[in-house]
């Protein structure tokens, strides 16, 4: 069975950083593309950042552009989430997600998602 | 970055009725389109691909159509379990943007 666990989330302060990790298991994880996904409180989803299979094509909300990086491990099956200059407005729900993408297009959509791991920046 | 725009923001209906949510794109996107549901306290749920295609699972209710820059999620006859709020997603180009989510209630 294909799944995904997040790890990593927690408590940090405005201007921290925090690192989230996303471990695969169950499916052939570089050949799909991966991404983060967050909700804010009563907000809906965003997609933070996406990353092709072989982690040559990474693309950012502009919300977090320059602040966040998306990288990724194919012999660990995990893929990771550097998030510096941290603030209150980050804080949320972050989701890793896998989808059938190549070359910035999708031909399925984000299938497989994790159960969430929450990220609170406050001081 | 392609704009992704859904209406209504929320609906209320009867057990039964036909629902329908739209999803407007701010360039022509050809079929990649897909629909989620999220519940509270849940990971969202791929309920269609590429504008029509039914997920594996999900209940034949549920339909989607359109291409280009104009689609339609319809639920043909809702049902109490389908209490969530309802996203649409581009998969055209990066960054792979969202809509802002139809909350669907029963009257």
């Known amino acids: 069975e294909a799944q995904l666990l997040e790890s990593g989330g927690g408590l940090v302060q405005p201007g921290g950083s925090l690192r989230l990790s996303c471990t695969a298991s169950?499916?052939?994880?570089?050949?799909?593309?991966m991404s983060w996904v967050r909700q804010a409180p009563g907000k809906g989803l965003e997609l933070v950042s996406g990353n092709s299979a072989s982690g040559d094509r990474r693309s950012y909300a502009e919300s977090v552009k320059g602040r966040f990086t998306i990288s990724r491990d194919n012999f660990k099956n995990t893929q990771y989430l550097q998030m510096n200059s941290l603030r209150a407005e980050d804080t949320a729900v972050y989701y890793c997600?896998?989808?059938?993408?190549?070359?910035?297009?999708?031909?399925?959509?984000?299938?497989?998602w994790g159960q969430g791991t929450v990220v609170t920046v406050s001081s | 970055d392609i704009q992704t725009t859904q209406s209504p923001s929320s609906v209320s209906a009867f057990v039964g009725d036909r629902v329908t949510i739209t999803c407007r794109t701010s360039?022509?996107?050809?079929?990649?389109l897909n629909w989620y549901q999220k519940k509270p306290g849940k990971a969202p749920s791929l309920l269609i691909s590429m504008a029509s295609s039914l997920q594996s699972g999900a209940p034949s209710r549920f339909s989607g159509s359109g291409s280009g820059t104009d689609f339609t999620l319809t639920i043909r006859s809702l049902q109490p379990e389908d209490c969530a709020t309802y996203y649409c997603q581009q998969g055209y180009d990066t960054p792979w943007t969202f809509g802002q989510g139809t909350r669907v209630e029963i009257k």
């Open positions: 169950g499916f052939p994880f570089s050949r799909y593309a």
């Open positions: 997600a896998r989808g059938d993408c190549s070359g910035g297009r999708c031909y399925s959509g984000f299938d497989i």
């Open positions: 360039q022509s996107i050809g079929s990649h």
